[in-house]
Every structure is written in structure tokens, then in C-alpha cells.
């Protein structure tokens, strides 16, 4: 079993709906929790940062980490073309390891 | 100008042969780190230092080595090229004022292996 488990995709959605990707994990010793984006032939880039459980959000983007069901969200409101990326979730421990999921591959059709 | 360069961003070799890989940060970290990237696997870390005298394995170092030769440099090689080993590789960086969770990524390289 993969420590952190996310569905590739791909989903598809129009633009302006609310979008949601989702990973599980099973160490229950993570308590940093990213979620990168990445456009095609691109290097990935942090997109937020969330330590230890609760929601944070910044602008069309929140992040949910729910550590007792070792689950963690990114919902993306009003979505754009611009959005279409792989998002990747990644967590650490607290050590120099941090793990990534597979990523999942979101196209919004204009 | 982008703060993680990779040079090359696109390669073909043939198997058995010696490559290297190079990235250089201006964002002034002395942490870097060297990823490969395969499709259903997400980044997997081979290497990665944390300063110039540090370098540790990660969970896939085997067929591949790295030197740091500045704070600003650190190469990736593999010294006998397999098939198996054509990815996209991401070079990486974080400042150790705010730990290993904030990575800033190159744009990859491209690795062909035939």
C-alpha cells in the first residue's frame, strides 16, 4: 500500500465549477501538507501549505486537512482554463522526507 | 530569469552510456534535492543534500550519484544508462529556515534511454 494514495484522474469540469481533489494517506506521523500544481512540461510549484489539521485558503483555492480520517482536500471555486494542471499533494513528517501522490490531471473546459 | 535551472531539458542516450545532469539555483538555499518523475509513481527522491558537505541517499539511489560542487550546484549522474531509468528528473530546492516543505522545483530534464 502506497503511504498517499491520489485517484490520476483525469477530471473534467466547465468553467466556473467548484472543483475537488482529494488524497488518503497512512502515516499518521505527517503533519505538513502541500499541494503543488504542475502545467505540462513544467516543474511543479507550491500551491498551498497547511500544517497539522483545519482548512486555509487563499484566494479561489482552500485546503482541508482532516487528520483523523487521513484525509486531505484542495477545492478550487470558479475554475478557469488556467487551471487545467496535474495537482499534486505531498506531506512530511517533519523530517527531509517529503512524499508525493501521484497527482491528479484536471482539465477545465472553457 | 528563473531561480532553478536544469541543463539539458531534453536528452537521448543509449543504454550503458555516462550522463550527467546539472542544476543551478540563485534563490540562495543550501538545501537540493533530485526527483524522478514517472507516470502512476509521483516524485520519488533519488538524492538529496543539505549543504555542500552533506549528501544523504534517498529511496531510489540506486544506478545514479550526485555531487554538490557549490551551494548554488549539484549535478546528477548515472554512470551506466538503463532503459528502465528514462523519467523526467526535477532538481529542487528549500531553505532550512523553513524546512524541507517548501520545495522549489526546476523545469525538469527529459531522459530517454534506448
Known amino acids: 500500500q502506497k503511504e498517499v494514495e491520489q485517484d490520476p484522474g483525469p477530471l473534467s469540469v466547465p468553467e466556473g465549477a467548484i472543483v475537488s481533489l482529494n488524497c488518503t494517506y497512512s502515516n499518521s506521523a505527517f503533519q505538513y501538507f502541500m499541494w503543488y500544481r504542475q502545467y505540462s512540461r513544467k516543474g511543479p510549484e507550491l500551491l498551498m501549505y497547511t500544517y497539522s489539521s483545519g482548512n486555509k485558503e487563499d484566494g479561489r483555492f482552500t485546503a482541508q486537512v482532516d487528520k483523523s480520517s487521513k484525509y486531505i482536500s484542495l477545492f478550487i471555486r470558479d475554475s478557469q482554463p488556467s487551471d487545467s494542471a496535474t495537482y499534486l499533494c505531498?506531506?512530511?513528517?517533519?523530517?527531509?522526507?517529503?512524499?508525493f501522490g501521484a497527482g491528479t490531471r484536471l482539465f477545465v473546459k472553457a | 530569469d528563473a531561480d532553478v535551472t536544469q541543463t539539458p531539458r531534453n536528452r537521448i542516450t543509449k543504454t550503458g552510456k555516462r550522463i550527467m545532469l546539472e542544476c543551478s539555483q540563485t534563490k540562495g538555499h543550501d538545501r537540493m534535492y533530485w526527483y524522478r518523475q514517472d507516470p502512476g509513481l509521483g516524485l520519488r527522491l533519488i538524492y538529496y543534500?543539505?549543504?555542500?558537505?552533506?549528501?544523504n541517499k534517498g529511496e531510489i539511489s540506486d544506478g545514479y550519484s550526485v555531487s554538490r560542487q557549490a551551494q548554488a550546484k549539484f549535478s546528477l549522474s548515472l554512470e551506466s544508462a538503463i532503459p528502465n531509468q528514462t523519467a523526467l528528473y526535477f532538481c529542487?530546492?528549500?531553505?532550512?529556515?523553513?524546512?524541507?516543505?517548501?520545495?522549489?522545483f526546476g523545469p525538469g530534464t527529459r531522459l530517454t534511454v534506448t
Open positions: 543534500s543539505f549543504d555542500v558537505k552533506d549528501i
Open positions: 529542487a530546492t528549500s531553505d532550512r529556515k523553513t524546512g524541507t516543505y517548501e520545495q522549489y
Open positions: 505531498a506531506m512530511n513528517t517533519g523530517g527531509f522526507k517529503t512524499i
